[in-house]
């Protein structure tokens, strides 16, 4: 299994991630941090330039959901944070319990509220995620709440579904210490992989399509000259 890119701890796959995770040897990862498709598209002109109808990548069916969880839990060693839709979150919190998994669901707030049909509805302002540790796992907090806040980033996006770097940090500082090793197999642009090397930890990346990848490789090559400078 061929790297598309490999350099400083930091590993991109490019292709399906059900298909590449079954050669990853089991709990060989303290992290998983991801953000798989929700399954919500719909059809839109889109809204003041908000697009609604992600694509074809987005359509995510609850066997394929399934078989990746099954995946997750048997290469991971320690935490799990899963983005997902309120249609998935129930799903997700009962299979992780029967696996003995310590679960939350955690909340990210949004001060800047997408506000398509305001005047006919509550504005969309949150996100769902899934939280769950193997009961030994490292948790790094004291004390710590399950709501974050956190601004989307407007600015320096490649991905449509592209979550702020600074919340990515902060997962990944709650649940893992220097060069752990974290697992992200619907890495988009790379986001989680360059929180990573920001933070001193390992990562492997697995995404699907050769333009995110490419993406991925040329952030962490940047990342690398601004640590250097």
């Not at 669901?105 to 969309?124: E, G, R, V």
């Not at 619907?186 to 995110?212: C, D, H, P, W």
């Amino acid at each position: 299994m061929k790297p598309y890119y490999e350099k400083n701890g930091q590993t991109i796959f490019h292709g399906d991630c059900l298909k590449i995770m079954k050669q990853f040897s089991d709990k060989s990862f303290d992290l998983c941090l991801t953000d798989p498709p929700y399954g919500i598209s719909q059809k839109s002109g889109g809204f003041r330039g908000k697009e609604l109808d992600f694509g074809k990548w987005d359509k995510f069916t609850k066997k394929q959901l399934k078989n990746l969880l099954r995946q997750i839990i048997r290469v991971i060693r320690g935490t799990i944070f899963m983005f997902c839709s309120a249609e998935q979150l129930s799903f997700l919190l009962t299979e992780l319990k029967k696996k003995d998994f310590l679960t939350r669901q955690l909340i990210w707030y949004k001060p800047t509220a997408f506000s398509m049909n305001a005047d006919k509805m509550y504005m969309w302002a949150t996100e769902n995620i899934i939280w769950a540790k193997k009961r030994k796992a490292k948790f790094n907090p004291r004390l710590k709440r399950n709501l974050f806040v956190c601004n989307s980033e407007s600015n320096q996006r490649w991905h449509k579904t592209q979550k702020p770097i600074k919340l990515i940090k902060e997962f990944i500082l709650d649940a893992t210490d220097e060069n752990d090793t974290i697992l992200d197999p619907f890495m988009g642009s790379g986001t989680t992989l360059v929180a990573a090397r920001q933070l001193g930890r390992k990562a492997v990346g697995i995404e699907i399509n050769q333009k995110y990848c490419e993406i991925a490789k040329q952030r962490l090559r940047q990342e690398t000259l601004n640590l250097k400078s």
